[in-house]
């Protein structure tokens, strides 16, 4: 695992590869639950 940085969003990991170009230098990770729909959201990466 020593090419992801671990995060944790809502009691959740999440790994995301040490080489990703963020915009601004930021990476926003969000979680979203309605009722049996879960999303995880990432946004800022530049491709």
């Known amino acids: 695992m020593e090419d992801y940085d671990e995060y944790k969003v ?3 990991n999440v790994y995301v590869r040490c080489d990703i170009k963020a915009k ?3 990476l926003k990770i969000k979680y979203s639950k309605i ?12 491709f």
């Open 10 to 12: 809502s009691d959740i």
């Open 35 to 46: 009722l049996w729909n879960e999303k995880l959201t990432v946004e800022g990466m530049l």
């Open 24 to 26: 601004n230098d930021e």
